[in-house]
Protein backbone atom coordinates (compact mmCIF):
# COMPACT_ATOMS: atom_id res chain seq x y z
CA UNK A 1 0.00 0.00 0.00
CA UNK A 2 1.86 2.73 -1.37
CA UNK A 3 -0.87 5.50 -0.33
CA UNK A 4 -0.55 8.39 -2.72
CA UNK A 5 2.53 8.89 -4.89
CA UNK A 6 3.68 11.88 -7.07
CA UNK A 7 6.28 12.14 -9.63
CA UNK A 8 8.45 13.71 -10.45
CA UNK A 9 9.79 15.14 -6.84
CA UNK A 10 11.85 18.16 -8.46
CA UNK A 11 11.64 20.00 -11.91
CA UNK A 12 13.00 22.64 -13.63
CA UNK A 13 10.44 24.44 -16.61
CA UNK A 14 11.46 27.13 -18.66
CA UNK A 15 8.85 29.68 -19.35
CA UNK A 16 6.78 28.59 -21.71
CA UNK A 17 7.03 25.24 -21.71
CA UNK A 18 4.61 22.28 -20.11
CA UNK A 19 4.63 19.72 -18.11
CA UNK A 20 2.17 17.21 -16.18
CA UNK A 21 2.23 16.38 -12.81
CA UNK A 22 1.18 12.78 -12.02
CA UNK A 23 -0.58 12.02 -8.94
CA UNK A 24 -1.61 8.35 -8.25
CA UNK A 25 -3.32 6.67 -4.90
CA UNK A 26 -3.87 3.19 -4.08
CA UNK A 27 -6.14 3.63 -1.43
CA UNK A 28 -9.31 3.14 -3.72
CA UNK A 29 -10.00 6.81 -2.78
CA UNK A 30 -13.35 9.23 -4.26
CA UNK A 31 -11.67 12.17 -3.39
CA UNK A 32 -8.43 13.55 -4.60
CA UNK A 33 -7.13 17.62 -4.79
CA UNK A 34 -4.02 19.54 -6.05
CA UNK A 35 -2.77 22.17 -3.58
CA UNK A 36 0.13 24.45 -4.61
CA UNK A 37 2.06 25.87 -1.30
CA UNK A 38 4.10 28.97 -2.35
CA UNK A 39 7.29 29.90 -0.04
CA UNK A 40 6.04 30.65 3.53
CA UNK A 41 2.35 30.20 2.96
CA UNK A 42 -0.50 27.71 3.29
CA UNK A 43 -2.09 25.35 0.82
CA UNK A 44 -4.18 27.40 -1.95
CA UNK A 45 -6.45 24.55 -3.55
CA UNK A 46 -6.11 24.62 -7.78
CA UNK A 47 -8.31 21.70 -8.18
CA UNK A 48 -10.40 18.52 -6.85
CA UNK A 49 -12.40 15.66 -7.90
CA UNK A 50 -14.67 14.12 -6.03
CA UNK A 51 -14.57 10.93 -8.64
CA UNK A 52 -13.65 9.14 -12.17
CA UNK A 53 -14.88 11.58 -13.96
CA UNK A 54 -15.71 14.84 -12.21
CA UNK A 55 -13.74 17.25 -11.85
CA UNK A 56 -14.07 21.18 -10.28
CA UNK A 57 -11.71 24.34 -9.92
CA UNK A 58 -10.68 25.24 -6.68
CA UNK A 59 -9.31 28.62 -5.39
CA UNK A 60 -6.56 28.98 -7.75
CA UNK A 61 -7.22 27.18 -11.53
CA UNK A 62 -5.49 29.59 -14.18
CA UNK A 63 -2.69 28.10 -15.79
CA UNK A 64 -3.78 24.81 -14.99
CA UNK A 65 -6.04 21.87 -16.20
CA UNK A 66 -6.94 18.45 -14.78
CA UNK A 67 -8.35 15.48 -15.47
CA UNK A 68 -9.85 11.81 -13.75
CA UNK A 69 -10.22 9.13 -16.01
CA UNK A 70 -9.83 6.52 -13.29
CA UNK A 71 -10.22 6.46 -9.49
CA UNK A 72 -6.34 5.82 -9.14
CA UNK A 73 -5.14 8.74 -11.05
CA UNK A 74 -5.13 12.84 -11.06
CA UNK A 75 -2.79 14.17 -13.05
CA UNK A 76 -2.33 17.72 -12.82
CA UNK A 77 -1.57 19.81 -16.58
CA UNK A 78 0.37 23.20 -16.64
CA UNK A 79 0.05 25.07 -19.84
CA UNK A 80 2.61 27.52 -20.61
CA UNK A 81 4.39 27.51 -17.35
CA UNK A 82 5.06 31.12 -15.85
CA UNK A 83 7.25 31.71 -12.96
CA UNK A 84 4.34 32.74 -11.08
CA UNK A 85 3.74 28.91 -11.05
CA UNK A 86 6.90 28.19 -9.32
CA UNK A 87 5.71 26.24 -6.10
CA UNK A 88 5.29 23.25 -4.18
CA UNK A 89 2.61 21.08 -5.75
CA UNK A 90 0.35 18.83 -3.42
CA UNK A 91 -1.69 16.14 -4.38
CA UNK A 92 -4.05 14.45 -1.53
CA UNK A 93 -6.81 11.98 -1.53
CA UNK A 94 -9.54 11.02 1.31
CA UNK A 95 -12.47 8.63 1.27
CA UNK A 96 -16.13 10.35 0.41
CA UNK A 97 -17.20 10.76 4.22
CA UNK A 98 -16.29 14.52 5.46
CA UNK A 99 -14.44 13.05 8.51
CA UNK A 100 -11.89 11.87 7.14
CA UNK A 101 -8.45 13.24 7.13
CA UNK A 102 -6.96 14.03 3.87
CA UNK A 103 -3.75 11.92 2.81
CA UNK A 104 -0.54 13.83 1.34
CA UNK A 105 1.83 12.82 -1.42
CA UNK A 106 5.46 14.00 -0.64
CA UNK A 107 4.97 17.45 -2.94
CA UNK A 108 6.56 17.79 -6.12
CA UNK A 109 8.81 20.67 -5.97
CA UNK A 110 8.33 23.09 -9.17
CA UNK A 111 10.71 25.82 -10.54
CA UNK A 112 9.98 27.81 -13.74
CA UNK A 113 12.80 30.34 -14.74
CA UNK B 1 -13.36 35.55 3.54
CA UNK B 2 -10.93 33.40 5.73
CA UNK B 3 -12.53 30.43 6.86
CA UNK B 4 -9.81 28.93 8.90
CA UNK B 5 -7.42 32.15 10.49
CA UNK B 6 -4.08 31.11 12.18
CA UNK B 7 -3.19 34.80 13.30
CA UNK B 8 0.28 33.37 14.42
CA UNK B 9 2.74 33.42 11.63
CA UNK B 10 5.53 32.52 13.38
CA UNK B 11 6.41 31.33 17.17
CA UNK B 12 9.96 30.65 18.87
CA UNK B 13 9.99 28.75 22.00
CA UNK B 14 13.09 27.83 23.89
CA UNK B 15 13.27 23.85 24.33
CA UNK B 16 11.34 22.48 27.58
CA UNK B 17 8.54 25.12 27.36
CA UNK B 18 5.24 24.81 26.35
CA UNK B 19 3.57 26.15 23.42
CA UNK B 20 -0.17 27.01 22.37
CA UNK B 21 -0.85 27.72 18.59
CA UNK B 22 -3.79 29.12 17.82
CA UNK B 23 -6.68 28.35 14.94
CA UNK B 24 -9.91 30.06 14.88
CA UNK B 25 -12.88 29.10 12.33
CA UNK B 26 -15.48 29.78 10.37
CA UNK B 27 -19.24 28.11 9.19
CA UNK B 28 -22.91 27.76 9.06
CA UNK B 29 -22.47 24.07 9.38
CA UNK B 30 -23.67 22.75 12.06
CA UNK B 31 -21.33 19.50 11.15
CA UNK B 32 -18.04 19.68 10.43
CA UNK B 33 -14.48 18.54 11.04
CA UNK B 34 -11.08 20.08 12.03
CA UNK B 35 -7.92 18.59 11.82
CA UNK B 36 -4.32 19.62 12.40
CA UNK B 37 -1.50 18.96 10.18
CA UNK B 38 2.50 18.78 10.30
CA UNK B 39 4.68 20.29 8.09
CA UNK B 40 8.72 19.00 9.28
CA UNK B 41 11.19 20.58 7.27
CA UNK B 42 11.17 17.67 5.36
CA UNK B 43 7.86 18.71 3.73
CA UNK B 44 5.82 16.19 3.93
CA UNK B 45 2.31 16.91 5.57
CA UNK B 46 1.64 14.71 8.63
CA UNK B 47 -1.91 14.91 10.30
CA UNK B 48 -2.25 14.89 13.95
CA UNK B 49 -5.92 14.69 14.68
CA UNK B 50 -9.22 15.19 13.94
CA UNK B 51 -12.67 16.37 15.87
CA UNK B 52 -15.60 16.46 14.73
CA UNK B 53 -18.38 19.48 15.92
CA UNK B 54 -20.20 17.50 18.33
CA UNK B 55 -17.38 16.48 20.32
CA UNK B 56 -16.05 19.07 22.39
CA UNK B 57 -13.90 16.85 24.75
CA UNK B 58 -10.57 18.00 25.11
CA UNK B 59 -7.78 15.24 23.83
CA UNK B 60 -4.42 14.42 24.89
CA UNK B 61 -1.84 12.71 23.08
CA UNK B 62 1.70 12.31 24.85
CA UNK B 63 2.90 16.03 25.20
CA UNK B 64 0.24 17.39 22.68
CA UNK B 65 -3.31 18.15 23.96
CA UNK B 66 -6.13 20.38 21.34
CA UNK B 67 -8.82 22.61 23.41
CA UNK B 68 -12.06 22.75 20.78
CA UNK B 69 -14.49 25.20 22.15
CA UNK B 70 -17.36 25.92 19.97
CA UNK B 71 -18.48 28.87 21.85
CA UNK B 72 -15.37 30.78 20.14
CA UNK B 73 -15.40 28.90 17.21
CA UNK B 74 -11.30 27.34 17.90
CA UNK B 75 -9.82 24.76 17.96
CA UNK B 76 -6.32 25.35 19.83
CA UNK B 77 -3.22 23.07 19.99
CA UNK B 78 -1.05 22.97 23.11
CA UNK B 79 2.68 21.30 22.78
CA UNK B 80 3.88 20.48 26.42
CA UNK B 81 7.52 20.31 26.73
CA UNK B 82 8.38 21.04 23.87
CA UNK B 83 11.09 19.46 22.19
CA UNK B 84 13.58 20.45 18.41
CA UNK B 85 11.55 17.86 16.58
CA UNK B 86 8.43 19.83 17.29
CA UNK B 87 10.06 22.57 14.92
CA UNK B 88 8.00 22.51 11.77
CA UNK B 89 4.96 24.54 10.13
CA UNK B 90 1.41 23.91 11.36
CA UNK B 91 -1.81 23.72 9.54
CA UNK B 92 -5.33 23.46 11.00
CA UNK B 93 -8.26 22.34 8.13
CA UNK B 94 -11.88 22.66 8.34
CA UNK B 95 -14.24 20.24 6.77
CA UNK B 96 -17.74 21.14 6.31
CA UNK B 97 -20.40 18.37 5.99
CA UNK B 98 -22.30 20.45 3.24
CA UNK B 99 -19.59 21.78 1.77
CA UNK B 100 -17.74 18.49 1.75
CA UNK B 101 -15.83 17.96 -1.49
CA UNK B 102 -13.28 20.95 0.17
CA UNK B 103 -11.20 21.55 2.87
CA UNK B 104 -10.03 25.08 4.08
CA UNK B 105 -6.50 25.28 5.32
CA UNK B 106 -5.14 28.07 7.61
CA UNK B 107 -2.13 29.85 6.69
CA UNK B 108 -0.02 27.57 9.27
CA UNK B 109 2.48 28.47 12.21
CA UNK B 110 6.10 27.93 11.48
CA UNK B 111 7.42 26.72 15.14
CA UNK B 112 10.67 26.65 15.84
CA UNK B 113 12.34 24.91 19.31
CA UNK B 114 15.49 26.39 20.56
CA UNK B 115 17.47 24.45 21.78
Known amino acids: NAGVTQTPKFRILKIGQSMTLQCAQD?????MYWYRQDPGMGLKLIYY???????DKGEVPNGYNVSRSTTEDFPLRLELAAPSQTSVYFC????????????FGPGTRLTVT | AQKVTQAQTEISVVEKEDVTLDCVYE???????LFWYKQPPSGELVFLIR??????QNEISGRYSWNFQKSTSSFNFTITASQVVDSAVYFC????????????FGTGTSLTVIP
Open chain 1, 27 to 31: MNHNY
Open chain 1, 49 to 55: SVGAGIT
Open chain 1, 92 to 103: ASRTTASRYEQY
Open chain 2, 27 to 33: TRDTTYY
Open chain 2, 93 to 104: ALSEVNTGNQFY
Open chain 2, 51 to 56: RNSFDE
